[in-house]
Structures are given as structure tokens and as C-alpha cells.
């Protein structure tokens, strides 16, 4: 739950640091004094956006905190995401997170001091609290969010997303069926130009690395006649001819040997004659081995050159460069295997069958339970009208059928609701007077936060358009939610006021500059009734009003 609150320089705020407990905790104060400021600045935390029109006039940044006591779920995520805080730290167990606005609207974010996304803020916040705002009544008048809340509420949400991954296979495998009839001739023109390619290069079989071995031959062989007499001339140099290299050295070593038997210091010009001389016959032996391989071959020469041509001349067509065409070949036989599948109608029909059952085995596993989740939730709304002064009154979950399905299943979840006994059932969006939908919202989230996980849940006026004996029931009910929850509630209503646990006032002044900030204070017993006093007789308070305050809240 919400342990601790800071927040610094944000919109009318300029410093405000509150502590929470359990339980239910009510905030109240005159209109525009910056109730809902204090619920936008944690959602700041929460990951929502924010630009630079948040940072209080005259001030550099806006910086706001939330400490929260952390869950099962939470500290598993924060394992996950290496955003701990360790054992041995004074903060373990909890998860601070924090936002920074600068003036400039760039937007910073931390958990547990480590910076982090805005994703990273969602996707932990969704596991801390529950936002119902006040204008929640208002987007129940749309079909996608009455079937968010239903599919949330019921536990949904994953089988919810099955279905609508099937339903975007099931799609895509009939676009490409249609694509498919469509592009008929189209692909077979492809089809026929890459046949056609293809038959050429399997003729020509280009291996890798054969451009540059076969220039590498043909090289050799159109200047086999130069290489011959230059090896041939190296050979009669070093050891054929008379006056042959290997023999005359031969004959200067033998010489100095005997040379050396006689004054040793000739050994350091014997010892770098020899190596020579053995360097000499390796070369001659190299030179040997390799005239004897070397022969004017023009047939080999004539096969080499037509090779190479065909080669050219195969490239020039296919505008490529030779040495790519082994790689191109390659190439050209795989985008014609998927041209064949493409234009495999048969094949691509049965990948859309099978799509289309899968979508169908994912929609009706859904229908299923949505119909089970429909009928209490049904119930248990049509119960909570009656508290709430709409006696008579009932509500239903009307799961619409769609014959051919659709993104999120089989049926259009639609409420309907009659006001009162003997009325039939219609939809909401249509019948609904503004306080009767006030009322059903309410309702609504009340049952849907008692089935959530999520341990704090904030109302933020979501009792507008509420009054009297009704106000009373709210009170009671959001009480009620408190014993089991933490409940943050901005309101306007004594009623619901005087049923909180912990009661802070918030409330505008001048701060001397001409300008506005909001305050926030806790209130004791004696500043509790002067309060509800205030929100029961407006501007004069008067003893009667006193006297009233000080029943309710002792009831």
C-alpha cells in the first residue's frame, strides 16, 4: 500500500510531504483548491505523461515520490528487473517510485533509485493501484470499455488477448489467400522470370570461389610459354650450365673449408656460405618440381577461356558482378520456392482453416467463461443499485453474438440496465439519467476493486452527481472497501467524508508573490467537524451545522 507521498514544485504544490496508513482516507476541500492535483502527481509516479505545463510557474523541475509497501507480485517483478532493494537496506520490502519533470518537458523516472522507463513505472504501478477517475461513469457509455472492465473484472484479460492474437492470424491467413487470387497472373509472370533465371544458372552451376580460380588458371595458362623459358633460364643459372651457381659455390665452400683447417677465423665466412648453398639447391628443387607440371597446354587453355566467358557473359545478363553468382543462384532458387507457396491457393487455404479454428477453439473457451462471469457480475451490481437508492432496478452483462467473430471473440459485451421494476432492460448508453449512471459506475468499480489484487485503490470524485441518503451508502460502502483495502477518496460529500479513517484538507492560499499554492493538512476531531460542517452549509457555518457534523461523524 501507499506508505508515503512527496512532492515538490508541481502545478500549485511547493512542498508537500504526507504519510498514510491503512484503511480509508478522505481528502476534501474547496473546488479548485487542488484536491485531484495530489491523485495527478501520483500518477505521475505511475507512469502516466506528462508534459512541462506541470512544474509550479518560476521553477526549474517537479519532483514527485511514492513510497509503497511492497507484494508477492511486485518484489517478484522488481527480481526480475534487478530493481531490488537489498535485505540489508532500510527501505527493503518497500518500492519507491519517483518522477522528474524538468521545465523544458524532458521527463526522467527511478525505481528504488535506479533509473527506469515509463513502461517499467506502468507495468509496476498496475501491480500497486487501481485509479478510478471521476470522469469513469463517462466511459462506460463505450463498448470497448464496458468490455475492458468486464474482461479485467472477471479475471479475463489473458484468455481476452489469446483471442484477439487468434483472430489477427486467422486474419492475415485470409489476406494472404485473397492476395494470393488477386496477384494470380502477377506471380505467375514472376514465377515464370525466375524459372527462366533459374534454369540458366543451374545450366552455368557457378561454384563458390570459382571467378577467381579460373582467372587464377587462366592466368597461368595464357602465360605458360613466358613462365617456361624463365624457369628453365633460373634452372641452366643455378645448377645446368657450366658456369651454374650451386657448382661454383660448391667449389669456393670446399675451398675455404681447407682454407679454415689452417686459420680458424675464416669458420664465421664458412658458416654463412653454407646455408646459401642449401638455400640454392632448395630453390633449384622448387624450380624442378614445378617445370615439370608446367606444360603449353591450349586445350586446357581454350576450356579455361570458355569458362570464363560463360561466366561474363551469364553475369553481364543478370547485371551482376561474376563473383556474386553463386550467391545469386542461391538466392533466386529460394524467392521461387516461396512464389510457389505463395501460389499454392490449396496450401494457403488450409493455413487459413487452421487458423480459422483456432481462432474459433480460443473465442468459444472465452464465450464460455464470459457467460459464467457475466451472470454474477450481473448479480451482484443489480444487488449494489439497491443500496443505492435505485430499488427495483437491475443490471445485466449481455453478451451479443457475432456470428463471424471478431478481434475480441464472439460477442459484444454490452450492459443494460433498468432503473426500476417493471422496466425492461436496455442499454445503458441509452437509458441512464446522469446520476443513475453515477450510481451503476460506482457500483461497478466497488465490485471490480473488491475482485482486484491491487492493494490501494484511489476514487477521485466518482461520487458526483450523488447526493442525500445515497451519499450515505457510498460512504458506507467505500468504508467498507477500506477494511480490506487501502482507499484513497477525493470527495465533495460530507456523508462520504465523515466515514474516513484519516481525513486531510486541502486548501489554496496566497504565497505572498501573487501567486497560488495548494496546502494539505491532516485533521483532528475538532478540525474534522469544522470541515464537514464546511462541505454540509457551505460558507457560514453555523451551530446547527456543528451539531450535524458531530453526529456523522459519530456515527
Known amino acids: 500500500m501507499l506508505r508515503h507521498l512527496s512532492i515538490r514544485d508541481f502545478v500549485i504544490v511547493a512542498a508537500l510531504d504526507l504519510e498514510f496508513d491503512s484503511g480509508f482516507t478522505v ?100 501491480m500497486l493501484v487501481d485509479i478510478h477517475g471521476q470522469h469513469a461513469h463517462q466511459l462506460l457509455m463505450r463498448p470497448d470499455a464496458q468490455r475492458n472492465l468486464f474482461d479485467t473484472h472477471a479475471g479475463l484479460a489473458d484468455a481476452a488477448a489469446k483471442v484477439t492474437r487468434a483472430w489477427r492470424g486467422w486474419r492475415d491467413a485470409t489476406q494472404a489467400v485473397e492476395d494470393a487470387q488477386s496477384r494470380d497472373r502477377e506471380l505467375q509472370l514472376e514465377r515464370e522470370r525466375l524459372a527462366w533465371q533459374l534454369a540458366e544458372l543451374d545450366k552455368l552451376a557457378p561454384q563458390p570461389g570459382e571467378w577467381e580460380e579460373v582467372g587464377a588458371e587462366h592466368r597461368r595458362l595464357s602465360h605458360s610459354a613466358n613462365l617456361i623459358e624463365g624457369v628453365q633460364g633460373a634452372l ?63 586445350d586446357r587453355l581454350a576450356q579455361v577461356e570458355k569458362r570464363l566467358d560463360a561466366l561474363h557473359s551469364t553475369a553481364r545478363k543478370f547485371r551482376l558482378q561474376p563473383e556474386t553468382l553463386p550467391e545469386e543462384h542461391m538466392a533466386r532458387r529460394e524467392q521461387l520456392a516461396k512464389l510457389d507457396a505463395a501460389a499454392d491457393l490449396d496450401s494457403l487455404r488450409a493455413a487459413e482453416s487452421k487458423a480459422r479454428d483456432a481462432f474459433f477453439a480460443e473465442a468459444k473457451l472465452l464465450s464460455k467463461a464470459r457467460a459464467k462471469a457475466a451472470k454474477a457480475l450481473g448479480a451482484a451490481v443489480t444487488t449494489g443499485m439497491q443500496e443505492l437508492s435505485m430499488a427495483g432496478g437491475s443490471f445485466e452483462v449481455a453478451l451479443v453474438p457475432l456470428p463471424e467473430g471478431g478481434a475480441h471473440g464472439l460477442e459484444q459485451i454490452e450492459f443494460r440496465v433498468a432503473g426500476h421494476a417493471g422496466v425492461p432492460l436496455r442499454p445503458l448508453a441509452k437509458v441512464a439519467s446522469g446520476g443513475e449512471l453515477a450510481r451503476i459506475s460506482l457500483a461497478l468499480s466497488v465490485i471490480a476493486s473488491a475482485a482486484s489484487p491491487t492493494p490501494t485503490l484511489i476514487f477521485d470524485e466518482v461520487d458526483t452527481g450523488i447526493g442525500g ?11 467498507q472497501l477500506g477494511e480490506q483495502r487501502q482507499v484513497l477518496c477525493v470527495t465533495h460529500l460530507p456523508q462520504v467524508a465523515a466515514r474516513g ?50 453526529e456523522m461523524l459519530a456515527a
Do not use: C
Not at 97 to 106: E, F, P, Q, T, W
Not at 286 to 292: D, F, G, K, M, V
Not at 469 to 479: N, Q, S
Open 27 to 126: 481528502f476534501s476541500g474547496e473546488t479548485g483548491a487542488g484536491k485531484s492535483i495530489l491523485i495527478d502527481a501520483l500518477a505521475l509516479t505511475l507512469g502516466a505523461r506528462a508534459d512541462a505545463s506541470v512544474v509550479r510557474a518560476g521553477e526549474s523541475r517537479a519532483d514527485i515520490t511514492a513510497e509503497f509497501d511492497t507484494h508477492a507480485l511486485v518484489a517478484q517483478w522488481l527480481d526480475e528487473q534487478a530493481l531490488a532493494v537489498p535485505n540489508d537496506d532500510d527501505h527493503a520490502g518497500s518500492v519507491m517510485l519517483r518522477r522528474v519533470i524538468d521545465s523544458n518537458g524532458r521527463s526522467r523516472a527511478f525505481i528504488n533509485g535506479t533509473p527506469a522507463t515509463l513502461t517499467q513505472l506502468r507495468e509496476v504501478g498496475e
Open 236 to 298: 641452366a643459372a643455378l645448377s645446368e650450365s657450366d658456369e651454374a651457381m650451386i657448382t661454383h659455390l660448391g667449389s669456393i665452400i670446399s675451398k675455404l673449408r681447407d682454407l679454415a683447417e689452417i686459420d680458424p677465423e675464416l669458420g664465421d665466412a664458412l658458416a654463412a656460405l653454407e646455408p646459401a648453398e642449401i638455400q640454392l639447391q632448395e630453390a633449384a628443387y622448387s624450380l624442378n618440381h614445378y617445370a615439370q607440371r608446367l606444360d603449353l597446354d591450349p
Open 469 to 479: 441518503g445515497v451519499a450515505e451508502v457510498v460512504g458506507r460502502l467505500l468504508h
Open 501 to 550: 479513517d484519516q481525513h486531510f484538507q486541502v486548501a489554496k492560499a496566497s504565497n505572498g508573490n501573487g501567486g497560488t499554492i495548494s496546502t494539505v493538512n491532516p485533521l483532528d476531531r475538532a478540525s474534522r467537524i469544522e470541515e464537514v460542517a464546511r462541505m454540509l452549509g457551505g460558507l457560514e457555518i453555523t451551530a446547527t451545522t456543528r451539531k450535524h457534523a458531530k
